[in-house]
């Protein structure tokens, strides 16, 4: 999703959400959107999920929260093998330019991980994409080492996913290629791909024994030289392997902002084709694209004009043609306009029938957004800990996944 929108949404608000809470003063809940990060020394804890407050200690491992039983049937074979929703907040504050405050981080804390829980229990989906800054993991130092307290606040967010019982939890990159301004390994001043390599080493090592986290190199690339990046790319992809996380995915993006639709057009199918693990295989390299179903494709606009069946034809014809896959991590539309709750499920129709070469699809966006942001796929909780839902993720995200979209 272009980030002007995010901008927009969360200018007034976001610098606040970034602060550190008192102590003992509440961090957490459904419904509260103040500062989620503790004093050193403290841990955000709770009873319930409508209040948690900093007390003294460690936070334990998230893993352990007690799990209630699902209530929906997994996906049938004859569909994608996964299906979620995006949980912004830690990406807020990035523009298309890879300019992001550290500061400007949005924790989706305790609500992202009520969410989740609620989306893999109730809704029967197993897919989450984490979209993060690259500032805001580094807090803000080019070349500089992944800050310690920046990912531990960060990591109960991929932890949280985990815990929820998804299958795939994507820790997203989300700087358009780009760091204030500069493309990696293209541009003067820019970072080098050794540092990008760096980068995703140290990320990597972290998760490398946990299957369930899929690597996504870098949200929304766009105009840039796709032989070059395509160099980016692969140096990423090394080092991602060389830190121990072989058999976890990794979702490598085209230019044009990983646009679906011209991912064969703009040559970043035919460039990043040849990008391979260091056996020379390419195994869990998958292709990383988006695509929206407004007017310009800009996911800006509530109504759907497209069901976008031609170019999940003509992509899923070209990944079987070379036996590869691609993940649509990006897409949706206005939660209840009539239009995309037609045309959003005629796409996954249409995906469901290449499930051989699509592992799937991730709404945006839900997470820290306002429920009257234009594409919000966030739920509603209820008194009574139940969650609504808005009807696009119930018909469509939902709905095709499990095959009760009517």
């Known amino acids: 999703m272009k980030s002007t929108l995010l901008t927009l949404a969360l200018a007034a608000s976001s610098a606040v959400h970034a602060q550190t809470q008192?102590?003992?003063?509440?961090?957490?809940?459904?419904?509260?959107?103040?500062?989620?990060?503790?004093?050193?020394?403290?841990?955000?804890?709770?009873?319930n999920d409508y209040y948690q407050g900093c007390v003294p200690g460690t936070a334990p491992p998230t893993s352990t929260r007690p799990r209630p039983t699902a209530t929906r049937a997994p996906a049938s074979g004859k569909r994608v093998k996964f299906?979620?929703?995006?949980?912004?907040?830690?990406?807020?504050?990035?523009?298309?330019?890879?300019?992001?405050?550290?500061?400007?981080?949005?924790?989706?804390?305790?609500?992202?991980?009520?969410?989740?829980?609620?989306?893999?229990?109730?809704?029967?989906?197993?897919?989450?994409?984490?979209?993060?800054?690259?500032?805001?993991?580094?807090?803000?130092?080019?070349?500089?080492?992944?800050?310690?307290?920046?990912?531990?606040?960060?990591?109960?967010?991929?932890?949280?996913?985990?815990?929820?019982?998804?299958?795939?939890?994507?820790?997203?990159?989300?700087?358009?290629?780009?760091?204030?301004?500069?493309?990696?390994?293209?541009?003067?001043?820019?970072?080098t791909n050794a540092q990008f390599a760096a980068f995703w080493a140290s990320l990597a090592a972290k998760y490398a024994n946990?299957?369930?986290?899929?690597?996504?190199?870098?949200?929304?690339?766009?105009?840039?030289?796709?032989?070059?990046?395509?160099?980016?790319?692969?140096?990423?992809?090394?080092?991602?392997?060389?830190?121990g996380a072989t058999t976890n995915y990794v979702l490598i993006p085209g230019t044009n902002y990983a646009s679906a639709g011209q991912f064969l057009d703009n040559g970043s199918g035919a460039a990043l084709l040849p990008v391979h693990n260091p056996d020379g295989t390419f195994t869990n390299i998958i292709f990383d694209v988006h695509k929206y179903l407004?007017?310009?494709?800009?996911?800006?606009?509530?109504?759907?004009?497209?069901?976008n069946s031609a170019v999940f034809t003509t992509l899923g014809n070209w990944l079987r043609t070379h036996k590869r896959q691609a993940f649509l991590t990006e897409t949706g539309g206005g939660p209840t306009d009539p239009t995309c709750l037609t045309?959003?499920?005629?796409?996954?129709?249409?995906?469901?029938?290449?499930?051989?070469?699509?592992?799937?699809?991730?709404?945006?966006?839900?997470?820290?957004?306002?429920?009257?942001?234009?594409?919000?796929?966030?739920?509603?909780p209820n008194a009574d800990g139940s969650w609504t839902d808005v009807p696009l993720v119930t018909k469509c995200v939902a709905g095709e996944f499990n095959g009760d979209s009517s």
């Not at 008192?22 to 009873?47: E, F, H, M, R, V």
């Not at 531990?152 to 358009?176: P, R, T, W």
């Not at 986290?213 to 929304?220: D, I, L, T, Y």
Request: contains cysteine; proline residues 5%.
């Open 22 to 47: 008192t102590s003992y003063g509440q961090c957490g809940g459904n419904t509260y959107l103040g500062p989620t990060a503790c004093p050193t020394g403290q841990y955000c804890s709770g009873a």
């Open 83 to 191: 299906a979620g929703v995006n949980i912004a907040g830690f990406d807020f504050g990035c523009d298309t330019t890879g300019t992001c405050g550290a500061s400007s981080a949005y924790p989706p804390g305790a609500k992202g991980a009520g969410q989740m829980d609620h989306f893999v229990l109730d809704d029967g989906l197993n897919a989450f994409r984490l979209p993060v800054s690259w500032q805001y993991l580094v807090d803000g130092v080019l070349g500089g080492p992944i800050n310690a307290n920046n990912l531990a606040i960060y990591d109960k967010l991929v932890q949280a996913c985990i815990a929820s019982g998804a299958a795939i939890c994507e820790i997203d990159i989300h700087n358009y290629a780009r760091w204030n301004g500069k493309v990696i390994g293209q541009d003067a001043g820019a970072p």
């Open 210 to 243: 946990n299957d369930k986290v899929a690597f996504g190199v870098m949200n929304e690339p766009h105009d840039l030289n796709n032989t070059l990046w395509a160099v980016t790319v692969q140096a990423a992809v090394t080092a991602i392997r060389a830190a």
């Open 294 to 307: 407004d007017s310009d494709n800009s996911g800006t606009h509530p109504q759907c004009v497209t069901n």
């Open 343 to 380: 045309n959003l499920c005629q796409q996954f129709e249409t995906m469901n029938s290449y499930n051989d070469v699509y592992l799937g699809w991730i709404g945006w966006a839900a997470g820290n957004f306002d429920p009257s942001y234009v594409l919000s796929e966030v739920p509603t």
